[in-house]
């Protein structure tokens, strides 16, 4: 069993960032802006030029920007903290010895080599040799312990009350992630296709199936995931939140998908009674899950099972699993080298014991002075977003004052949680195979999510380690979270102009309050339960005020023949739009309380207007070089724009912009005040 996750989250405070305008940047490198391409023409290769040119492609990069900076000092650190632990002989049982044993089981090759699919070969005997009578027990035990196949089902807070969890219940994961893959029959998905069919052969090859049976096993997959891909909701209709909330009675449930025993399910795969009500999120899809259990031969049936199986076990298994898996990646995002062994050995030390190891990276890499900067900016970055709710023309007085409400129920999470996660209770024997240990680890996450089922949602609860690289808004808990992993140059420097750092991580702020009213988070009231709180015409307004973002992003040609998806990026393009905005407003306001005059020749930074260094860094944010191969797959799957479109096509819409590079009618960063888009 896999718990499903949510897709997908007083105001003028004193505090504000640095002693004032600086003298020169430090978040910015002026030597890597272009002065052959004018601002005004492209302002992303105006600025980030020079540093794509100094930051060329290594080949175990599908793309590499800022991110991968403040990931590369990440990794650097936490690897020093993993390899100072273990060599301190720690003592069984402590989480010393727990990350110790799983870094280094993680790096020994040779054992892993030497052991090959030996782990696996029970359990895929066990597989094998079950009967038709038993198909039932063995999707159970998948479930409950291996992977989700023909459908998903797990807890999570509940849409509608987010103080309780509820069960929800989902159509499977697809092996290559998006639906197009499956379904459209052009040349670049046809080759992802082809390329899939051939890790499947290759991963049951090393599994120690005939050549003549992985391709059986190739084949029966590539049939059950097609028409699981065909009932898939699209990367659009996937935004709908209010859409995937489908309460089911146990007697509804039995009736519309009557080929699993719902009466063992959940006693079986997660130990709880089974309950009274489930919420479908895709009833189709789940539905076509079920036909599939109806009508598939049993060998059909074990097919998927095998694969399902081999695929999560595969990264933790001999050389062979692991090269077969990159092989489909060269060909998904274009990279050509593998990560260096001890990246990935980290990578995964850190999704088993993750909080464990940020407690140890705080207390070292975060001082106390940051977190206090933090919140200074963000009750700043809150005052501003309250002013622009307040003089919104397009919204009522009785939705802004809702939205008034939830802006201000905010809860706001920097740096660390207050209270840490318990490992004691997490066995990991250097005796047992590097398979058998991570899979124990990933029964215990599984465990402690399923030990919330009856109880009160705990929102002190962090989604990210301290160390990651990233912030999120939660809307289930109304929370705008920053780890202190991405608290760093070019994001944040408090030795840094305030001009830097409001364009740094005061967007990045302004991004994650946003989201919480764009076009999914505004689908929930400050307590972060679904609740409409629109009047029908404010719903209408914004919805007319989202199509015409849609369609500057849908009017982007991101490679030959390939348009930017502006619906499926919607909440991702809103907030990079407002949090432009608030940021600059608290900038400003910021400015004026501390008397500094933004239009004298003494705040001029390096001879730029502070401005215009506001405006520069944010674009700094987004520099990077990325693979063709990665821009196509990115633009299928994910929610976000690319760099390049988060700077160009945004910044388009933004008047002080304009004004601040001299951007006028003819220019190519240019756009008509009746086109541009401005909601928050």
Do not use: C
Not at 179 to 186: G, I, P
Not at 198 to 224: E, F, H, P
Not at 404 to 427: E, H
Not at 499 to 511: K, Q, R
Request: net charge negative; charged share 20%; proline share 5%.
């Amino acid at each position: 069993m896999k718990s499903i996750k949510f897709i997908a989250g007083a105001l003028m405070a004193a505090t504000t960032l640095g002693a004032g305008a600086q003298e020169h940047l430090k978040s910015l490198n002026p030597a890597y802006f272009d002065p052959s391409t004018p601002a005004s023409q492209d302002f992303y290769q105006h600025v980030n030029n020079g540093w794509m040119e100094a930051h060329p492609l290594t080949p175990e990069h599908s793309r590499y920007g800022q991110f991968n900076i403040l990931n590369d000092s990440s990794e650097n650190r936490v690897r020093e903290i993993v390899t100072n632990l273990a060599s301190t002989n720690p003592e069984p049982g402590t989480v010393a010895f727990m990350v110790s044993t799983i870094y280094n089981q993680s790096l020994d090759s040779v054992r892993r080599n030497a052991e090959g699919a030996t782990p696996i070969l029970a359990d895929l005997k066990k597989i094998e040799t079950a009967n038709a009578d038993e198909l039932n027990d063995l999707l159970l035990w998948m479930h409950k312990s291996y992977s989700n196949p023909f459908f998903a089902a797990g807890p999570m807070e509940n849409l509608a009350n987010s103080n309780e969890y509820a069960m929800y219940l989902s159509g499977a994961s697809l092996g290559m992630g998006d639906r197009d893959y499956y379904l459209l029959n052009d040349k670049d998905n046809t080759k992802v296709r082809e390329a899939y069919k051939k890790l499947i052969t290759s991963q049951m090859r090393n599994a120690g199936y005939s050549k003549k049976d992985a391709a059986r096993i190739a084949k029966n997959v590539m049939k059950i995931e097609t028409a699981i891909a065909d009932s898939t909701w699209t990367r659009e209709e996937s935004r709908n939140i209010p859409a995937m909330y489908n309460l089911y009675t146990l007697e509804q449930l039995k009736a519309e998908f009557p080929h699993t025993d719902w009466d063992t399910y959940f006693v079986k795969t997660m130990g709880i009674a089974t309950p009274e009500t489930v919420i479908v999120t895709t009833p189709n899809t789940v539905k076509q899950g079920d036909n599939l259990l109806g009508s598939l031969t049993p060998r059909e049936i074990k097919d998927y099972y095998l694969w399902k199986y081999v695929s999560q076990a595969s990264g933790m298994l001999s050389d062979d699993f692991t090269n077969a898996n990159f092989e489909f990646s060269k060909v998904l995002s274009g990279v050509q080298q593998m990560r260096p062994r001890w990246k990935r050995a980290l990578g995964a030390t850190e999704g088993a014991l993750g909080e464990a190891i940020g407690q140890l990276y705080v207390e070292k890499y975060f001082p106390e002075s940051s977190k206090q900067y933090m919140l200074g900016l963000v009750e700043n970055l809150r005052n501003s977003l309250g002013k622009h709710i307040i003089n919104l023309d397009w919204m009522s007085d009785d939705t802004k004052l809702n939205a008034i409400k939830k802006l201000n129920a905010f809860t706001v999470k920097i740096g660390y949680p207050d209270k840490w996660k318990d490992y004691s209770s997490m066995t990991i024997d250097p005796k047992l195979s590097y398979y058998e240990n991570m899979h124990n680890v990933n029964m215990w996450h599984q465990d402690q999510e399923l030990a919330k089922w009856g109880k009160p949602v705990d929102k002190t609860e962090w989604g990210m380690t301290p160390q990651t690289i990233n912030a999120y808004y939660n809307p289930l808990a109304n929370e705008i979270v920053f780890p202190a992993g991405i608290l760093q140059a070019p994001f944040f420097d408090p030795e840094a102009s305030d001009a830097e750092n409001y364009g740094g991580i005061g967007v990045v702020i302004g991004h994650e309050m946003t989201h919480g009213f764009d076009d999914q988070g505004r689908n929930f009231d400050a307590q972060g339960n679904m609740v409409n709180w629109w009047t029908p015409e404010d719903a209408a307004a914004f919805a007319e005020k989202t199509k015409g973002l849609i369609a500057q992003f849908d009017a982007v040609e991101v490679l030959p023949g390939l348009n930017a998806n502006g619906q499926y990026t919607l909440g991702e393009n809103i907030a990079d739009q407002g949090g432009l905005r608030i940021a600059m407003t608290a900038f400003l306001d910021s400015q004026k309380k501390k008397g500094v005059d933004i239009t004298s020749d003494a705040a001029k930074i390096n001879g730029y207007d502070p401005v215009q260094v506001f405006y520069m860094n944010y674009a700094n944010l987004w520099a990077n070089n990325i693979r063709p191969e990665e821009m196509r797959s990115l633009t299928t799957g994910d929610v976000h724009s690319l760099g390049k479109n988060r700077v160009n096509v945004t910044l388009r819409n933004i008047a002080p912009f304009f004004k601040a590079f001299n951007i006028k009618e003819g220019d190519k960063m240019w756009r008509p005040e009746a086109e541009r888009v401005v909601i928050w």
